[in-house]
């Protein structure tokens, strides 16, 4: 499972977890070189057969997140279950003793048990809320404020992310914590118990992107601004044939380009004069976003999508058309993305997938397809 030339080639990481932010760890880890085994009791996690599925119903969603690792099932409750995941952490192998595990409260898996029986292993336990309660990414989200400014301006109850934004924030700083320990362990011999909330993971970026510190420093909260890019200018228009697009104006230049091919300078700069604004400012181009939408909205409505397009490629305003999944498999996106490979996937089919996102030396890193559940559990002891 290893290739030489990646980066974490040569380390061995035991996998006890199901849904989002520690199997996408674990990938993540396995992109880079990693040797992962994932650990699931007989017949799977609570994720194995989690949607989206094929039509016979397997799990499109588990496979994707467990590309390129062996698995092995075993009975998690039992002695010899657990003294097998003990021995495989606790395994002297030269960059193995490393477990990535969001089931975290087992006694015979703790930190405190398997460094008994390793001294320099590292363990990274993925937890839900802050004081080790069970919490997942919609209840963690919940009681941090984003759905209370999710959504239309006009709409009076909560909107929910679709994506899983602080599973996949959590994962990833998994990963990374996991990379840092191995080295600091290569450096001085010294593991590490990591222990990573995904509350905390979810306050951390809230607080470092300043959702947090307003209420503290301002005495409010952000509020609601819809589709309507926070701090600068940005919303989204509808062209003549029911096409729509994302505008976004961060710099003078964005603004003037796009005050320019909607053909309303003389109306945005009378605007300018009237209110005594400075359009080259971020703040007055977001306070003043409604009356500039509505000089922009028409010459939108004019025009075509396809006209639409031309105009906004051939100027430096930050822009996109809206499109489902469907559309963006479609058009050829992942065909033309050297981040894509085929993958023939058993139970599920051949696809292209994608790899890890950063290119190294202009290199993407592959896995393999995901394993048949309990693939590589050792032969019965006769």
Not at 191 to 203: K, N, S, V, Y
Not at 290 to 300: D, G, K, N, R, S
Not at 324 to 353: C, Y
């Amino acid at each position: 499972m290893t290739t030489p030339d990646k980066p974490l080639a040569g380390l061995r990481i035991v996998e006890v977890s199901s849904f989002v932010a520690s199997p996408l760890a674990g990938l993540t880890l396995s992109q880079l070189g990693a040797e992962v085994i994932r650990i699931d009791p007989i017949g799977g996690a609570a994720d194995v057969h989690r949607w989206p599925v094929t039509d016979s119903g397997e799990s499109i969603y588990w496979t994707g997140l467990n590309k390129g690792k062996r698995s092995i099932t075993a009975d998690l409750r039992s002695e010899a279950g657990q003294s097998l995941v003990q021995h495989l952490v606790a395994d002297p192998v030269t960059g193995g003793g490393i477990l990535l595990t969001n089931s975290a409260g087992r006694s015979w898996m703790s930190h405190e048990t398997l460094s008994a029986l390793r001294p320099d292993v590292i363990t990274c336990e993925i937890l839900g809320r802050t004081d080790g309660t069970p919490g997942v990414d919609y209840t963690v989200n919940a009681g941090l404020g984003f759905p209370m400014i999710t959504g239309p301006v006009a709409n009076a109850g909560n909107v929910n992310h679709v994506l899983p934004a602080w599973d996949m924030a959590c994962g990833l700083y998994a990963a990374l914590a996991i990379s840092a320990a191995v080295r600091r362990r290569e450096q001085s011999g010294i593991g590490a118990h990591i222990t990573l909330p995904l509350e905390d993971t979810a306050l951390s970026i809230a607080s470092t992107l300043g959702y947090l510190t307003e209420p503290q420093v301002n005495g409010r909260g952000r509020v609601g601004t819809g589709n309507d890019v926070y701090g600068t200018y940005g919303t989204d228009f509808v062209a003549a044939d029911g096409a729509r697009f994302m505008i976004v104006a961060l710099t003078p230049r964005h603004f003037r380009d796009l005050v320019g091919l909607t053909e309303v300078g003389d109306a945005v700069e009378a605007v300018e004069k009237a209110l005594g604004a400075d359009f080259r400012r971020e703040a007055d181009r977001f306070t003043h976003r409604a009356v500039l939408t509505a000089l922009f909205e028409p010459w939108f409505a004019r025009h075509s999508s396809a006209e639409v397009t031309a105009a906004l490629g051939g100027s430096s305003v930050l822009w996109e058309r809206y499109r489902s999944f469907e559309e963006v498999v479609a058009a050829g996106v992942l065909a033309t993305n050297p981040m894509f490979a085929e993958l023939d996937q058993p139970r599920i089919g051949t696809f292209l997938a994608a790899g890890h996102p950063a290119a190294f030396d202009g290199e993407h890193y592959f896995t393999g397809p995901a394993p048949e559940l309990g693939a590589d559990n050792p032969p019965p002891v006769e």
